[in-house]
T-cell receptor
Framework: SQQGEEDPQALSIQEGENATMNCSYKTSINNLQWYRQNSGRGLVHLILIRSNEREKHSGRLRVTLDTSKKSSSLLITASRAADTASYFC?????????FGQGTRLTINP | NAGVTQTPKFRVLKTGQSMTLLCAQDMNHEYMYWYRQDPGMGLRLIHYSVGEGTTAKGEVPDGYNVSRLKKQNFLLGLESAAPSQTSVYFCASWDGEKLFFGSGTQLSVL
């Protein structure tokens, strides 16, 4: 069973625009993570936000967490062609990190 | 550091054949994992290990076996491959906070 579910499943925007994708989860969490997967490659960790944090930034990435709504969002600002990838949220601990099905982001030149 | 290395990258099997996927990590991580990724299904955990000599079942363990004889290696075996095992397989290791993934093995079972 999937703990996190991303929305939308696919997103296509113009280069330079901002991209927002959302993740909803079902049970209480200690932290939530976002990963990126380029086509044909493994997942790469982007950012982790803890349950006592509401917002976190890393470069052009901004993650928010609303534990009352059991949801998180990932914002990529000033998108670039290299941001084209699938993005996954993940919740859980060391013995069971569960991934959502991902949002496929396409950046058009 | 090479990180997490998977071999082979591609493999085609006939139904009933067996094979072993090898995962190696050079980061001295205790925890290692095998996932499979299928279209529309996301990543699903097959088996994992919390240290040398230990293994545990994940979400979809049937048809697979694993071994962790050395801390740096985690092997995934298919004893009798089935078409339903056609997938992309990813190995990962855990540093206590986040996962590090290999580049994947694309397996086709005909």
């Amino acid at each position: 069973s999937q703990q996190g579910e991303e929305d939308p499943q696919a997103l296509s925007i113009q280069e330079g625009e901002n991209a927002t994708m959302n993740c909803s989860y079902k049970t209480s969490i200690n932290n939530l993570q976002w990963y990126r997967q380029n086509s044909g490659r493994g997942l790469v960790h982007l950012i982790l936000i803890r349950s006592n944090e509401r917002e976190k930034h890393s470069g052009r990435l901004r993650v928010t967490l609303d534990t009352s709504k059991k949801s998180s969002s990932l914002l990529i600002t000033a998108s670039r062609a290299a941001d084209t990838a699938s993005y996954f949220c993940a919740t859980g601990g060391a013995q069971k990190l569960v991934f959502g099905q991902g949002t496929r982001l396409t950046i058009n030149p | 550091n090479a990180g997490v290395t998977q071999t082979p990258k591609f493999r085609v099997l006939k139904t009933g054949q067996s094979m072993t996927l090898l995962c190696a990590q050079d980061m001295n991580h205790e925890y290692m994992y095998w996932y499979r990724q299928d279209p529309g299904m996301g990543l699903r955990l097959i088996h994992y290990s919390v240290g040398e000599g230990t293994t545990a079942k994940g979400e979809v363990p049937d048809g697979y076996n694993v071994s962790r004889l050395k801390k740096q290696n985690f092997l995934l075996g298919l004893e009798s491959a089935a078409p339903s095992q056609t997938s992309v397989y990813f190995c990962a290791s855990w540093d206590g906070e986040k996962l590090f993934f290999g580049s994947g093995t694309q397996l086709s079972v005909l």
